[in-house]
Antibody, heavy 120, light 110 residues
Framework: EVQLLESGGGLVQPGGSLRLSCATS????????MTWVRQAPGKGLEWVSS????????LNADSVKGRCTVSRDNSKNTVSLQLNTLRAEDTAIYYC?????????????WGQGVLVTVYS | QSALTQPASVSGSPGQSITISCTGT?????????VSWYQQHPGKAPKLFIY???NRPSGVSHRFSGSKSGNTASLTISWLQAEDEADYYC??????????FGGGTKLTVL
């Protein structure tokens, strides 16, 4: 069974940093692209960042470009999202997702999400 | 890049069919067959229901179907059931090497 378990969320002040992690199991991690998707309270889904199966290529949304770094450790089956210079508008549930192949889409499996709250 | 355009809400009675549209541009929906649809119930993580415009993942009911014409994709749900009441989001890969979502459509089963 595919499992994605996010961690690392919490409360942070504007300008602060946070590192989210996603521990995975139930599949051959290195064979799939991974993506972070977020959802602000009461709002729709927003794509944040994707990383290729090898980790050599990353894609980022304009809203987080320069403030966000996605990485993966294929030996530990984990993917991470480093968020810097956080703003109030970064407040959201962050979902870790797995594609159905080495390509970035679709987002076949989703974790339960982790809440990030940026407050002043 | 602006979000894909979806109606804010649609409704239908049990047994009826409904269609949710998702309009983009030649740079996303019109240029690629990487359109997906996700269902989300309140307080739950989204679930993939349609991918690559028309394909259904294993376990998704045949009542759900996807299509595309030009820059507009559509999700059709036949024989509506109470359990279909949820939010639905479309998404597309884009020529800018990004992924874009629609604003979401709330489906109400009357």
């Amino acid at each position: 069974e595919v499992q994605l378990l996010e961690s690392g969320g919490g409360l942070v002040q504007p300008g602060g940093s946070l590192r989210l992690s996603c521990a995975t199991s139930g599949f051959t991690f290195r064979d799939y692209a991974m993506t972070w998707v977020r959802q602000a309270p009461g709002k729709g889904l927003e794509w944040v960042s994707s990383i290729s199966d090898s980790g050599l290529t990353t894609l980022n949304a304009d809203s987080v470009k320069g403030r966000c770094t996605v990485s993966r450790d294929n030996s530990k089956n984990t993917v991470s999202l480093q968020l810097n210079t956080l703003r109030a508008e970064d407040t959201a549930i962050y979902y870790c997702t797995r594609s159905d192949s080495t390509w970035y889409v679709p987002f076949e499996y989703w974790g339960q999400g982790v809440l990030v709250t940026v407050y002043s | 890049q602006s979000a894909l355009t979806q109606p804010a809400s649609v409704s239908g009675s049990p047994g009826q069919s409904i269609t949710i549209s998702c309009t983009g541009t030649i740079n996303d929906i019109g240029g690629y067959n990487y359109v997906s649809w996700y269902q989300q119930h309140p307080g739950k993580a989204p679930k993939l229901f349609i991918y690559d415009v028309t394909n259904r993942p294993s376990g998704v009911s045949h009542r759900f179907s996807g299509s595309k014409s030009g820059n507009t994709a559509s999700l059709t749900i036949s024989w509506l059931q109470a359990e279909d009441e949820a939010d639905y989001y479309c998404s597309s890969y884009t020529g800018s090497s990004t992924v874009i979502f629609g604003g979401g459509t709330k489906l109400t089963v009357l």
